[in-house]
């Protein structure tokens, strides 16, 4: 699992896009205190290579609480 942070000048937003590796699931979502917990808000997209990935738009110089939730089971983010 991994996260890539993109601070953008122009606006105060950070573009934080999740990777999850999970050649296996069949649905990967992220569910944060940005999206009030909803498991249903933010869908990851599988890739070929099996790995679900998705970008959202976050308002930077705050901090976010998340998990994400594969095949319905919630997991940490190991590097968070």
């Not at 590796?21 to 205190?33: I, S």
């Not at 249903?40 to 998705?54: P, Q, S």
């Amino acid at each position: 699992m991994a996260i890539k942070k993109q601070y953008l000048k122009s606006k105060p937003i950070c573009k934080v896009t999740f990777s999850v590796p999970a050649e296996q699931a069949d649905k990967v979502a992220v569910a944060g205190n940005f999206n009030e917990w909803d498991t249903e808000a933010v869908t990851l997209k599988k890739l070929k290579n099996g790995t679900f990935k998705g970008t959202l738009d976050l308002e930077k110089d705050n901090s976010y609480e998340f998990k994400y939730v594969i095949d319905g089971e919630w997991q940490n983010e190991e590097q968070a």
